[in-house]
Each structure stands twice: as C-alpha cells, then as structure tokens.
C-alpha cells in the first residue's frame, strides 16, 4: 500500500498585526497550487487575509479556551508523514506525531528584550511564553530564521547543543514603481522628511527617537516626523504628543495603517528613520530600500543583514541620533575644538573664575 504524501500544517493562531502579519501574507499568496492549505489562523485576521483554493482553516478566537483547544486539534490532525510550521513563533504544548519546524521572527521569547520597560500584563505574558519557548525547545526539529544574526541568537539561546538552524529570508514582492513623472515637471514634495513604521513596543525605542528630536529642537532644527502607533500604545502616543506641543516638535502621529498604506507612506517621506533595538528582520528596512528611501539606523547586526543605512547612531543614545540626523540633513554638528593648556590656565586664573 502506497504510503500517503505529507502534508505541510501552518500553525498561526497569533499572527493578524505587525510584520508577521505582512509575511503571513505573502506566504499566502505564494501557497502552491497543487498543495492543499491546511491551517490555524487568528480569527482577528479573517478579513484581510486572501487564502489559496483548497483551503482548510481553523479560525481560533483570541481567547486561553480558543487557543488551548486549537492545540489539541492540531495534535489530532498532524500525522507522521506531515510537517509543521509554527508560524506564530512557539512550540506547539502537546507533543505531535509529526515533526514541528518553528519560524522564530520574535527576539521577545529568546529573552534578549529587557522586560522592564513592559507593562505588567504584557511582562507575565512575555515570561510565559519565554519559558514556553525554553522548556519546549526540544520538541523543534528545525527553526527557521530571516537573517544571519537572528541565527546567531536562536543558537546562544538554544544552549551548548547544536539546533537545526536554516536563514532563509522572504519578504513580499516591491510594489511597482509609480510612473515616471514628465521630464519637464519638478520632484514631488515629500510631506514628511522622516517616517517611522512601527508599533510601541519597548524595544521600538519610540522615547529616546523623541528624546533625539527635543534636542534637535533646542539646536534650532525642526525636521518632520511621522509615527504609526496604533490604539494599544494610547498612552506612548500621549507621551509623544505631549514632548511635541512642550517642545515645538513637527511629529505626528499617523495611527496604524494597513500595509498598502504603509507601502504609500514611503513614498512620502525623505527617509526612514529606526532606532529599533532589536528585530527578527526588520521588515521595513527591507521596504524602504526597496523604495529607494534613504536608511538611518542603529549600527547593529540585524541592519547590516539586511540594507546598508545611509547613516547609523548607537540607538541607545538621543545624542548619538540627533546627530545622525544632522549628518544626514548636510547640517553635522561642528567637532569639538579642544584649547591649548595655556588658554585652560588663563580661564583659572580669571578673577571670576
């Protein structure tokens, strides 16, 4: 009897914002056509998800008795013959027939983010699913990764035992480049000279970004910024508001936007500005240089894996960004011009001094 063909299971259950969104997505959209689509998916996410011909899904609610039960249907539909992907970016809890290959795009569960600046739900949430990420590690056959460095860190994280590690980055296709404009006809005003896409977790960096701009102010510069925030990070947008109407600050907050919205917004802007601690991948890097948008980032491994920044600053300090953004507006602060030892002297002998 003729052993039946594998199938490949997509465990998603908490994929429906952010990146992960955007590449589930495009995962999607790229399914075979010959494979059937059996899946886990967040109910949330339903709407705007486009699903393949033969699609099987389970839609689980955001909900512990949603999720739990999403588990134990998993356990009973994977076989030996079949893989699964965990997509979402933890181990499944009940142990499978089939082996499990985990796609890891969040450094949160490898405990490489401080969790302090969290708040409280979100820390114990966090720390659950870190020890989730840990205990369970073992039952992953395969993790797959986006770049070089998030590999280095699955493996520092994995233990002294070697993981079954494989990088292998996909991103959606570049939209298509808009017409060209008549020759005769003068650039297109760019409504914001930076933009940055990103949520309000902690290690989006969004305060020192703001702390950098408060002292750009104070030195007479006042470039334009536009943020994306969305409802959940309501009292980080009060925070930025505030600094902005103190400060004279010209940042705006955008709201989230859908990633055709996202896509547009870079071609409204002079360049994309991410001081982002930390990423998996750091998808819009990948799609702003796929706009032709210049880059300023931190000078970390996850940027070089994927663009070559136009400029780059120590994303811990306000100072280090401030001036990067000078650099990058053909205004760099002037160096340091150090007196002579007999110039120090005078200024001590002052009868004021």
């Known amino acids: 009897m003729t052993q039946q063909a594998g199938r490949l299971l997509l465990y998603a259950p908490n994929v429906h914002t952010g990146g992960g969104f955007v590449l589930l997505q495009a995962l999607l959209a790229a399914w075979p056509g010959d494979q059937p689509l059996v899946a886990w998916l967040d109910d949330r996410a339903r709407a705007r998800l486009t699903l393949p011909g033969r699609a ?103 233990g002294p035992q070697e993981a079954d590690i494989r990088v292998l980055p996909f991103a959606p296709p570049a939209p298509p480049a808009p017409p060209a404009p008549p020759a005769s006809s003068a650039p297109a005003p760019r409504q914001w000279d930076f933009i940055y896409v990103a949520d309000g977790e902690a290690h989006k960096n969004h305060r020192t970004l703001v702390q950098a701009w408060v002292l750009l102010a104070a030195q007479g510069l006042r470039p334009s910024l536009a943020l994306t925030l969305s409802a959940r990070d ?42 982002s601690k930390g ?61 002579l030892a007999a110039d120090f002297l005078q200024a001590l002998f002052a009868p004021d001094a």
């Open 56 to 158: 099987e899904v389970v839609w689980v609610q955001a909900s512990a008795g949603s999720r739990l039960k999403a588990e134990f249907t998993l356990a009973a539909a994977a076989r030996k013959q079949d893989r699964v992907l965990c997509f979402h970016g933890l181990p499944p809890l009940r142990r499978l027939e089939a082996p499990v290959w985990l796609f890891q795009q969040n450094r949160n569960y490898l405990g490489q983010v401080p969790l302090a600046a969290f708040g409280f739900k979100t820390r114990q949430r966090l720390r659950f699913e870190q020890s989730i990420s840990r205990w369970l590690r073992h039952r992953v056959a395969r993790y797959w990764v986006q770049t070089p460095s998030m590999a280095r860190a699955v493996q520092a994280w994995y």
């Open 234 to 275: 309501a009292g980080l947008a009060a925070w930025v508001q505030s600094q902005a109407d103190e400060h004279g600050l010209r940042i705006t907050n955008l709201g989230p936007r859908s990633h055709e919205d996202v896509l547009a917004l870079y071609r409204c802007a002079s360049a994309l500005v991410f001081p």
């Open 279 to 339: 990423e998996s991948f750091g998808l819009p890097l990948i799609e702003a240089r796929q706009a032709g948008l210049p880059i300023l980032a931190g000078e970390l491994d996850f940027v070089r894996d994927v663009c070559a920044p136009a400029q780059t600053f120590d994303p811990a300090s306000a100072v280090s960004i401030a001036r990067a953004v000078r650099r990058f507006l053909d205004q760099p602060e002037p160096p340091l011009a150090p007196a």
